[in-house]
Structure formats: structure tokens, C-alpha cells
């Protein structure tokens, strides 16, 4: 098990740091919102792509036994329990993860802007 030995939410700059022994990482509340491990996400193993979440926030975390923590988003997301391995597994990989859901949402035709439309008007 990979557990942090630092754990900080920055809101400001909707992040949340985590450390391992020397190692940081910065991920971001959106990052970690399109990666949640909730079934709304995961789909029960056919992962439903989340988009228009470039503007969302974390606005708190808790601790789940000593396995997790649930992380809070302003768009009433708390359904993610984000196991240690599983958020290790996301700060390490974040690039790698990063470039694959931005491919998966261009092949949708969905935006991380929640204020642009997937449907385009033809003028």
C-alpha cells in the first residue's frame, strides 16, 4: 500500500498535493474528478466520460478508515472513495491518464468547458 506521507488541499489553485517521502505531486481538482473511482464514473466497468469539469473544485476531503479518502467537489460529487494505491496509481501515471482522457473526450466531441456545447450550429 502507497500511502502519502503529506496530504494538502490547495484551494486556490484547485489542487490537492500529495507526497511520498521526497516525491510530490500536484493533481488537479479536474483531473481527479474525471478519474474518480464512483460507480457514476466507473459505470460498473463501462467508465462514462465525464466533461465540462475544466472549472470544478475540491472543497474538502476526508479520511475513509485508514484505506482512502473521500474527496468533496463543488459540483456535489462525494461518491469516490480514492484508495491510496489508487491515488498513487493517479499521481504517477498522471501524465499517461491525462492524454488519454483528452483523447477519449475529442473523440466524443465533448469539451472540458462546461460552458461550450457539444452541438454545433452550421450557419
Known amino acids: 500500500m502507497h500511502i502519502p506521507t503529506a496530504i494538502k488541499l490547495h484551494k486556490a489553485s484547485k489542487t490537492l498535493e500529495l ?17 474518480s473511482p464512483s460507480a457514476e464514473v ?13 472549472q470544478v473544485a475540491l472543497t474538502g476531503l476526508e479520511p475513509a478508515g485508514n484505506y482512502a479518502l473521500k474527496l468533496v467537489f463543488d ?21 499517461e491518464l491525462w492524454q488519454d482522457y483528452l483523447q ?11 460552458d461550450e456545447s457539444a452541438v454545433r450550429l452550421m450557419l
Open 42 to 54: 466507473q459505470g460498473h466497468g463501462n467508465p462514462v466520460l465525464q466533461y465540462g469539469k475544466q
Open 75 to 95: 459540483d456535489g460529487h462525494d461518491s469516490g472513495l480514492y484508495s491510496w494505491d489508487y491515488l498513487h496509481q493517479l499521481a504517477t501515471h498522471q501524465d
Open 19 to 35: 507526497r511520498y517521502g521526497e516525491q510530490r505531486y500536484l493533481l488537479s481538482a479536474e483531473f481527479l474528478r474525471v478519474h
Open 104 to 114: 477519449r473526450l475529442n473523440a466524443a466531441g465533448r469539451s472540458r468547458d462546461p
